[in-house]
T-cell receptor, first 116, second 112 residues
Framework: DTEVTQTPKHLVMGMTNKKSLKCEQH?????MYWYKQKAKKPPELMFV???????INESVPSRFSPECPNSSLLNLHLHALQPEDSALYLC???????????????FGPGTRLTVT | SQKIEQNSEALNIQEGKTATLTCNYT??????LQWYRQDPGRGPVFLLL?????KEKRKERLKVTFDTTLKQSLFHITASQPADSATYLC???????????FGTGTRLLVSP
């Protein structure tokens, strides 16, 4: 199984709502990632988890809160978002993050988020 | 400042021809470079990886070159097919922690 699944596919939320995005992989990967992608732009890294510990936070606003409950699951909790946070949120996983082996990343289909 | 630039205009070619996509970077010293394909509304899919000490890598109809002097990678698709139409992203990995940074992407359109 080389699939990364993400739920929901689409999400519309108001600026005062709290919601969560979910990501799951069953490839035994030990690194998981959240990316944000705006229309016609490349994915931008938000967070990296390695062995269930947060390794990188790319100065993401605190209204985005990641969580890695176990090695297969990754959540992104959303609270008090702004309309400019509307984007495609992509989850990815890789076998690891350590040099010297540069692991490829497997991406999920994304969650299309609209903040109204 | 650090930049990873790809052809901003869409690349239109005829079926059967070779598509060549360019990735230029500045103020990076990548140890590895990856190419991904992304279809509309989908996540990127990994295609090829090339190391800084490799000049060329091939996989089926795909070929990637990596010139660290020119700070450039070229991505070739030979005998292109309409199914190859997609956005192609290059991505750099520096030495150290594996943070993948994507280029701006090039949209390829292959017409029958």
């Amino acid at each position: 199984d080389t699939e990364v699944t993400q739920t929901p596919k689409h999400l519309v939320m108001g600026m005062t709502n709290k919601k969560s995005l979910k990501c799951e992989q069953h490839m035994g990967h030990r690194a998981m990632y959240w990316y944000k992608q705006k229309a016609k732009k490349p994915p931008e890294l938000m967070f990296v988890y390695s062995y269930e510990k947060l390794s990188i936070n790319e100065s993401v606003p605190s209204r985005f809160s990641p969580e890695c409950p176990n090695s297969s699951l990754l959540n992104l909790h959303l609270h008090a978002l702004q309309p400019e946070d509307s984007a495609l949120y992509l989850c990815a996983s890789s076998q690891g993050t350590a040099i010297p082996k540069p692991y490829e990343q497997y991406f999920g289909p994304g969650t299309r988020l609209t903040v109204t | 400042s650090q930049k990873i630039e790809q052809n901003s205009e869409a690349l239109n070619i005829q079926e059967g021809k070779t598509a060549t996509l360019t990735c230029n970077y500045t103020n990076y010293s990548p140890a590895y470079l990856q190419w991904y394909r992304q279809d509309p509304g989908r996540g990127p899919v990994f295609l090829l990886l090339i190391r800084e000490n490799e000049k060329e890598k091939r996989k089926e109809r795909l070929k990637v070159t990596f010139d660290t002097t020119l700070k450039q990678s070229l991505f070739h698709i030979t005998a292109s097919q309409p199914a190859d139409s997609a956005t192609y992203l290059c991505a750099l990995l520096n030495t150290g922690f594996q943070k993948l940074v994507f280029g701006t992407g090039t949209r390829l359109l292959v017409s029958p």
